[in-house]
C-alpha cells in the first residue's frame, strides 16, 4: 500500500474538530526517550531483576530453565558470562517483552536480535492491513490502536461519540487514551461508573506494570491516581452491585444517549518485531441493547448526511 501511513481519525461533530495525526510506536519513542538500563548495570542484574519481578526463586528459574542453580547464581552475580542462546532461554523462561530481551543481550555484550521497524515499514504492510480491517470491520462500535504506553496510534470513525466534551488540548498527539478517560479535562465527567471504571483502569495499569516494569507506565500510573472525582461523580457502587456484573463496563453520556460497553483486547499471537509486540487493539462492544440501537442509528444517520452532502 504505497505511502499508506495508520492515522487516528476522530471527527468532533459539534465543534467541527478534525484530528488526523500520522504516528507510530517509533516516532513517539523518538519524541518520548525510551527508559534505557543505566550503562553499569550487568545482565546478571537485569535476570536477577526480571526473576524476582516474576516471583521466582533462583531454584525454581533454574529448575525452568534446565540448568544448575549454582551457574545461574553465577551468572546473576558476574562470576559467569552467559552466552547469547542462554540469555534467550532464560528470557523465554521469565517471558521478557522483546524490548527488555534486546537490552539483555546488549548488556552481556551481544547484538539486539529484534527490530524495532516503523509502522510505515514494508515487511509491516500486513499487519498495517489488518489493524485497518479489525477497526473498519468493528464499526459502527468504536475500536482503536494502542502502543505499550497507552498512546492511540489509530482508530475507527465510530470513536467520536466517547470524545464529547474532551478538551483540544488532551486530543493533540500524542494523544494517551487512559489520560483522556480519567483526566478531569477529557471525558471523566461523561463517565457514568467514573468509581468503577478508574478503579478498573488502575488495576489493569498496576498489572501491565508489574509484568513489565515499565517505569513510563508508572508514572502514568501515578498521575491517573491522583486525578480528583468529576464534579457530580455517583459514589463508588457496592461490591455486591460489581459482582453481580460480568465484567466492568464502560458507561458513557454521549449526544446519542448512556451508551454501556464492554472491551476487548487484541494482540498479535507471534511478533518477532518490537513494534508489532507492543501494539494491541480496544475494541468496543455494546453491553445492552439500547447501546446497539443508538450506535446503528447514530451510523445509518451520519450516511444518510453524507449522501446528502454535494
Excluded: C
Excluded at 542453580?69 to 540469555?87: I, K, Q
Aim: glycine letters at 4%.
Amino acid at each position: 500500500m504505497p505511502g499508506f501511513s495508520i492515522t487516528f481519525q476522530v471527527m468532533d461533530r459539534q465543534r467541527g474538530l478534525a484530528i488526523i495525526v500520522g504516528m507510530n510506536t517509533l516516532s513517539l519513542a523518538q519524541s518520548v526517550p525510551p527508559h534505557m538500563p543505566a550503562a553499569s548495570r550487568t545482565v546478571g542484574d537485569l535476570l536477577r531483576e526480571w526473576r524476582q519481578r516474576r516471583r521466582m526463586s533462583q531454584l525454581l528459574l533454574a529448575a525452568e530453565a534446565d540448568i544448575s542453580t549454582r551457574h545461574l547464581s553465577f551468572v546473576e552475580s558476574g562470576r559467569a558470562v552467559p552466552s547469547r542462546e542462554m540469555v534467550m532461554h532464560l528470557a523465554e523462561r521469565l517471558d521478557v517483552p522483546l524490548r527488555a530481551r534486546n537490552a539483555l543481550l546488549v548488556a552481556a555484550g551481544y547484538a539486539p536480535l529484534f527490530r524495532e521497524r516503523q509502522l510505515s515499514d514494508p515487511q509491516l504492510a500486513a499487519a498495517r492491513e489488518a489493524v485497518e480491517l479489525v477497526l473498519k470491520g468493528h464499526e459502527p462500535y468504536p475500536a482503536l490502536a494502542i502502543d505499550r504506553h497507552w498512546t492511540i496510534i489509530a482508530a475507527n470513525g465510530a470513536l467520536a461519540p466517547l470524545l464529547d466534551g474532551a478538551s483540544p488540548e488532551l486530543l493533540k498527539p500524542p494523544v494517551n487514551a487512559l489520560r483522556l478517560s480519567l483526566h478531569p479535562e477529557g471525558i471523566a465527567a461523561s463517565i457514568v461508573n467514573w468509581h468503577a471504571w478508574r478503579e478498573h483502569i488502575l488495576a489493569r495499569l498496576q498489572r501491565q506494570i508489574d509484568v513489565s516494569g515499565d517505569d513510563t507506565l508508572s508514572a502514568l500510573h501515578e498521575e491517573l491516581a491522583a486525578y480528583p472525582a468529576p464534579p457530580g461523580a455517583d459514589a463508588a457502587e457496592h461490591d455486591t452491585a460489581t459482582a453481580a456484573q460480568i465484567a466492568v463496563p464502560l458507561r458513557l453520556r454521549t449526544p446519542i444517549g448512556v451508551l454501556s460497553f464492554l472491551s476487548t483486547t487484541t494482540v498479535f499471537g507471534t511478533p518477532v518485531d518490537v513494534t508489532l509486540s507492543e501494539l494491541a487493539i480496544e475494541a468496543f462492544f455494546p453491553a445492552d441493547q439500547q447501546t446497539t440501537a443508538a450506535l446503528r442509528e447514530s451510523a445509518g444517520n451520519q450516511r444518510a448526511d453524507a449522501v446528502r452532502q454535494p
